[in-house]
């Protein structure tokens, strides 16, 4: 087992399987697999694709960075609460748009 640093990711010593064709992934194929990646829920070939796509795109490493991040600035977000007065402020601000939209 290795430590891709660039992918941030924990390589097992499985072997790289031998795919029959070369498919390239580009970044639109990666953002997509990006969940199924994560969870390891992807065939070895796909994430030996996929692994090669995004040591050459830092556009989509900085998006999983990014994605990973995610669940942790939520929860974070989540457990802030907001002050009195600006929950109040922005109660009055929200009733008032809905009273004239109306």
Same mark, same amino acid.
């Given at each position: 087992? /290795?430590?891709?640093?660039?992918?941030? @990711? @924990?390589?097992? !010593?499985?072997? #790289?399987?031998?795919?029959?064709?070369?498919?390239?992934?580009?970044? /639109?194929? $990666? @953002? !997509?697999?990006?969940?199924?990646?994560?969870?390891?829920?992807?065939?070895?070939?796909?994430?030996?694709?996929?692994?090669?796509?995004?040591?050459?795109? $830092?556009?989509?490493?900085?998006?999983?960075?990014?994605?990973?991040?995610?669940?942790?600035?939520?929860? %974070? #977000?989540?457990?802030?609460?907001?002050? /009195?007065?600006?929950?109040? /402020?922005?109660?009055?601000?929200?009733?008032?748009? @809905? %009273? $004239? #939209?109306?």
């Amino acid at each position: 087992m /290795k430590r891709d640093e660039a992918l941030g @990711i @924990i390589e097992r !010593n499985e072997g #790289a399987p031998q795919p029959a064709e070369v498919r390239m992934y580009n970044c /639109k194929d $990666s @953002i !997509n697999l990006l969940l199924q990646f994560l969870d390891g829920e992807m065939s070895p070939e796909d994430t030996q694709h996929l692994r090669e796509h995004l040591r050459g795109c $830092s556009p989509c490493v900085d998006f999983l960075r990014t994605y990973r991040a995610t669940p942790g600035l939520c929860k %974070k #977000a989540l457990v802030a609460k907001m002050p /009195k007065e600006v929950s109040e /402020k922005l109660t009055e601000f929200l009733r008032s748009k @809905i %009273k $004239s #939209a109306s």
